[in-house]
């Protein structure tokens, strides 16, 4: 069970994007039950992913548990460019968690219809997963970015005077207090994030087993190109392609340098080896590339990814 800030005084901690109830706080405890010695540690709350990774890299935690990506809009921008360029942290684990989004108000308007919500309160990500909802029954309220969907949650709470609707986990409506109004109300019920754990130093002990996750291992390497280079991209492709080795993931992102200057950031489907991932890496770099490992690291996806359908009422 985890322990809180005041409750323990444990040598390990681990920020997350807080505050409490999360979606990164249920993904830290969902690692926590695979990765044992993670659920000895002191969890640490921060308001933002830039504090999580800045406090991490400083030695303030051990490690910090960020959002990555999600199925539906995709990468969570702040979170690679911290990892690109204000931080070197490598990625020690990853999880995937199945998002579930609902209408959270204040138990004191649970009677109210939602034509009368003058604000929908979210994190952009989650705003932009349940653009139907929000047209559907709140079309006129404006929008409202927090730093979490919890912080939204916790607003809406304080704020009974308001009209009000926080977007977030039902784990945020039960520890705020609110009502859920409407359950289930991404426009994609396959709606997937992944949460990745940075650290310094690996994480001690085995993990363990469990019957509803799926292991794979994944390594990921940042891909500069170099600019005189015509086709770079292409061999550094094709460095995989021979090997056989399978991608599972490849984007750019800028250098900030120039217009039109990106990085590569690209996914393996396996461990780092003796062979072939540092053959394709060395081969990459006798290009003329510059590639810095981001981590070689364990990935954890629930084995049943039966959906559900959406905006059910709560019963």
Not at 25 to 44: D, S, Y
Not at 265 to 293: F, N, S
């Amino acid at each position: 069970m985890r322990q809180t800030q005041q409750e323990s005084q444990t040598e390990m901690r681990v920020a997350y994007l807080g505050p409490a109830g999360t979606y990164t706080e249920e993904a830290l405890l969902g690692l926590c039950k695979l990765m044992p010695a993670l659920g000895q540690a002191t969890f640490v709350a921060r308001p933002t992913i830039a504090d999580c990774l800045l406090d991490c890299d400083r030695g303030n935690v051990d490690y910090a548990m960020v959002p990555m990506e999600n199925s539906i809009e995709g990468s969570v921008n702040m979170t690679l460019d911290w990892l690109i360029h204000h931080v070197e942290i490598p990625i020690r684990s990853e999880i995937a968690l199945l998002i579930s989004h609902h209408a959270l108000v204040h138990p004191d308007r649970k009677d109210s219809p939602f034509s009368n919500v003058e604000k929908v309160l979210s994190h952009p990500q989650a705003i932009a997963q349940c653009h139907q909802f929000i047209r559907q029954h709140c079309p006129h309220a404006l929008i409202e970015y927090t730093k979490s969907t919890a912080e939204a949650a916790e607003y809406v709470a304080h704020h009974p005077e308001q009209k009000l609707v926080a977007i977030g986990p039902r784990v945020a409506g039960e520890t705020y207090g609110l009502y859920e109004a409407l359950a289930n109300i991404e426009d994609h019920p396959n709606n997937y994030t992944r949460f990745v754990l940075v650290g310094h130093e690996s994480v001690n002990g085995q993990s363990i087993e469990a019957p509803k996750m799926q292991r794979t291992d994944k390594t990921s390497i940042l891909v500069t190109l170099p600019e005189d280079f015509p086709g770079a991209l292409h061999q550094v492709l094709s460095a995989f392609a021979w090997r056989k080795l399978n991608l599972t993931r490849i984007e750019s992102r800028p250098t900030k340098k120039k217009l039109g200057s990106y990085f590569f950031i690209i996914d393996i489907g396996q461990g780092m080896d003796d062979t072939l991932v540092p053959g394709a890496i060395a081969e990459i770099e006798a290009l003329g590339c510059q590639v810095r490992l981001l981590g070689s690291y364990p990935c954890y996806m629930p084995q049943d990814t039966t959906t559900r359908s959406t905006m059910s009422m709560k019963g």
